[in-house]
């Protein structure tokens, strides 16, 4: 796209070199397969590429975004204008009395089961769950009665000033799937977080993951989903009252309410933003006029 930003972009694309990428499309990127163009991608490995990136936008005053896996976000049919960092910073280690250090790129799935696998309790609930570190935190991700807020015990976060901060769990003000960062924009990123595990029964663990896999298998909808479209309102589950109001198979495009659980929204082909913002607005409209209850999206919007 020619913008006044162009050469700005292009200089800094050379400067990063291969893991910066010019009009790239994202939905290459995205869980459900939604995405116009990036002016700038970004796929960083290391936490030093992601501050040098961050740097060189602020520097040229460039807009620019940070993401992890892309799973719960919905981006717009029109693309992102400016730069978009992808944090594929993995790095994870293995410390003593059971803490976990992980980058924020690194898959929430492998290290769920890697934690099964040493004995170390904690982050079973996680099995199957897509995502990233950085992502689970920013959302404070959650199931079966676990979530990253009794779990995170530090984290470093760049700041909008680019300093690098160590900052403890109470600083997130975590709740039911939110925590301070979600819909913070790019004011802050995270780098990595210190999770605090400890020590399990290896069966009892292991029965617990093949519990989880099954109930997840048997719930949720493989396929091309960005997760729980809503968040579950108290004392109720956005998929029961989606179902109860009739609204399993309700269709925009090719944007689909799930027939196997009703929370999901499933791009059938070629859907489109347009068409899953539409159907979401159809389905809370439905439920807030069937039950009252106004149900509050789980999944972010990116514009």
Known sequence: MNTPLRPHLEAIAVELGPCAQLDAPLALHSMV????????????????VVEQAI??????????RAFGGLTNLLLPDTGLRGMVILNHCREVRWEADYRLYAEAGALMIPLARETVQRGWAGLTWAIGLPGTVGGAVVNNAGAFGGDMAGLVDTAEVLGPDGRVQTVAVDWFDFRY?????????HDWVVLNATLQLKPGNLEHLLAKADEYTTRRRNAQPPGRTLGSTFKNPPGDYAGRLIEAAGLKGARIGDIVVSEQHANFFMNAGQGTAADFTALLRQVQEQVAMQFGIRLEPEIEFCT
């Open 177 to 185: 799937r939110c925590s301070r960062l979600k819909g913070a924009g």
């Open 33 to 48: 397969g939604i995405g116009g163009q990036a002016d700038l991608l970004v796929l960083a490995e290391q936490c030093e």
């Open 55 to 64: 740097q060189l936008a602020r520097a040229a005053a460039i807009p620019w």
